[in-house]
Each structure stands twice: as structure tokens, then as C-alpha cells.
């Protein structure tokens, strides 16, 4: 492989990696859109992947709050983003300190 090979192939993975990034994005912005002040602050990460709306949020108290709300939040951001979302994941993700 020569260098502009690599460079072309390097560039399809860097614009993929960036769309995907725009999304994971999008997609968190719904999600803290969707919620109560008190909770919007507590999400850190979400995505879609395979139907399934993935959120992190920052700690396990936040987590159980937010499974309450899971049905609806589900609801809520597959009505906004036209997608079918079948069920919802919540994890509690490590956040580094500022």
C-alpha cells in the first residue's frame, strides 16, 4: 500500500469516525432535551446501536432515577429522531475529574 492509499483509506475511517460522532451527539442532545433539569446534568454519553438507546450517566443514583423514566424517554427520542427504538440501556460511566 503507498502513501495516498493509506491517506484515502485513513480519511474514509476519519469522515466515518466523525459521522458517528455527529450522531452519538445528536442523539445525546434529544436525550438530555427529553429529561427534568435535575436529571439532563447527569447524562453523559448516549447512542443507538441495533434499537437500543444507550445512555451513561454520571452516577448509580442517577441510573435507577432514570430507569423510571426509561418507557417514555424511549418514547420521546424515537419520535424526535424517526427511529424505532426498542428498548433502553443505562449504565453508569466513569467520568474523569476536571
Do not use: C, D
Not at 466523525?18 to 427534568?36: D, G, I
Not at 437500543?52 to 432514570?66: E, P
Not at 418514547?75 to 466513569?94: C, D, F, N, P, T
Amino acid at each position: 500500500m503507498n502513501i495516498n492509499e493509506l491517506l484515502e483509506s485513513s480519511s474514509g475511517r476519519l469522515k466515518s469516525l466523525q459521522a458517528r460522532r455527529r450522531e452519538r451527539f445528536e442523539v445525546l442532545s434529544h436525550v438530555r432535551a427529553a429529561l427534568p433539569p435535575e436529571l439532563k446534568g447527569t447524562v453523559v454519553t448516549a447512542g443507538i446501536e441495533e434499537g437500543r438507546l444507550i445512555v451513561g450517566v454520571s452516577g448509580g443514583v442517577w441510573a435507577t432515577r432514570l430507569r423510571y423514566r426509561a418507557k417514555a424517554l424511549r418514547e420521546r427520542v424515537a419520535g424526535i429522531l424517526g427511529q424505532e427504538i426498542h428498548s433502553v440501556r443505562i449504565k453508569v460511566v466513569r467520568t474523569p475529574p476536571p
